[in-house]
């Protein structure tokens, strides 16, 4: 703005300064600031350099790194399903690695949520209980509706 000479009111530049700030929270409080140590081994349990690892869990990492069917499961699986299943072999590791997956895809669901709520609830319906409507547009689950017409009576004549 200063570069186009274009004035502002003082006010309205706090205000969008204020908002600003208040948005860099947020994200930051969504999606913490994580060292390129934390997203390498989450990325690649197996490149990653031992002396970035805490001391504690050293030795945890160490095993999973010659852990040859750990090794054959990265290469086949996601990375959240490979942690996933790590877990119960090498739990400390693991949680580290989830800690830092898990906030994109609770942040991607309650998004979605909301998404949904706000097509469903409109000015001219906003009495409507949409807790079912939601669970059914939400989930992956698919119903089989000849099954379902299979199993109904049919209308008895009269």
């Given at each position: 703005?200063?570069?186009?000479h274009?004035?502002l ?6 205000e969008i300064t204020?908002?600003?700030q ?8 969504y999606f913490?600031e994580?060292s ?5 081994l989450v990325?690649?349990p197996f490149c990653?350099?031992?002396s970035s690892i805490?001391d ?5 990492y160490l095993?999973?790194?010659?852990d040859?069917s750990?090794?054959d ?7 959240t399903?490979f942690w ?9 590791i693991?949680?580290i690695a ?6 994109f ?13 706000v097509n469903m609830?409109?000015?001219n319906?906003?009495r409507?209980?949409v807790?079912?409507d939601?669970?059914l ?6 119903p089989r509706?000849?099954?379902?017409a ?9």
């Open positions: 703005m200063d570069e186009s274009i004035q009111d003082q006010f309205l530049k706090d204020e908002h600003l208040s948005l860099e929270k947020e994200v930051k409080r913490p994580l390129q140590e934390q997203e390498a990325r690649n990653t350099d031992v805490p504690e869990i050293q030795d945890e095993d999973l790194r010659n040859s750990a090794r499961l990265f290469k086949v699986k996601s990375v399903q996933c299943g790590m877990y119960q072999s090498y739990s400390k693991s949680m989830l800690c830092v997956l898990v906030p895809a609770s942040t991607y669901l309650c998004e979605a949520g909301f998404s949904t709520l609830k409109t000015k319906r906003n409507l209980d807790g079912d939601m669970r547009a939400l989930t992956n689950v698919r509706i000849s099954k379902l299979a199993e109904m009576q049919h209308q008895a004549s009269h």
